[in-house]
């Protein structure tokens, strides 16, 4: 009886622990934001469509649903005019914290391979642009004759020099 009981705990284990990767399911916040809508959306030989919708309620959200195959998508906001968090939809577990302010900042925690790999080239980008943000600012109030213009926009390309390195070896590293 109690060799029967432990077989029986353990198919209910894996059945349960199977039951949770048969879908995806997309838990997000928003700072700051206490309702608008996001949309999961991909695109598709030039047509765009809605994969799951969810309500923000209080800074939360949440999406559920089913994939066959990998699907790359976007989270977008409705009060945002450009952009979303790239996300590579497959049958799995997400958290997302979007950054309202500047969405490709937005943090993405969970998923399979492909969101791994996706979140790994995103890191090159975003840690060079936040060095370049801290002088956007002073860059705009500049005139180009200024020799802080130049010496910023010298910066600046330094640094995008620096990230077209780092995504050759990235695009090296899995090319096969």
Do not use: H, W
């Amino acid at each position: 009886m109690k060799r029967f009981f432990v077989v029986v705990v353990c198919v209910v284990s894996c059945l349960a622990g199977r039951a949770s990767t048969d879908g995806y399911r997309i838990t997000g916040k928003v700072p700051g934001v206490k309702k608008a809508m996001v949309y999961l959306v991909t695109n598709s030989n030039n047509v765009t469509d809605t994969i799951a919708r969810a309500e923000i309620i209080n800074e939360r959200f949440e999406l559920n649903g089913n994939v066959s195959e990998v699907i790359p998508t976007l989270l977008v906001l409705s009060n945002q005019s450009m952009g979303g968090v790239p996300l590579y939809l497959e049958n799995e577990a997400y958290q997302v914290e979007i950054n309202p302010y500047f969405i490709y900042y937005s943090a993405i925690k969970g998923g399979g391979e492909a969101q791994r790999i996706s979140d790994e080239y995103r890191s090159i980008e975003m840690k060079n642009r936040k060095e370049t943000d801290k002088y956007r600012e002073e860059l705009e109030k500049l005139k180009p004759e200024d020799a802080r213009y130049q010496e910023l926009l010298n910066l600046f390309r330094t640094v995008d020099d620096r990230i077209g390195a780092e995504q050759k070896v990235f695009c090296e590293k899995y090319a096969d």
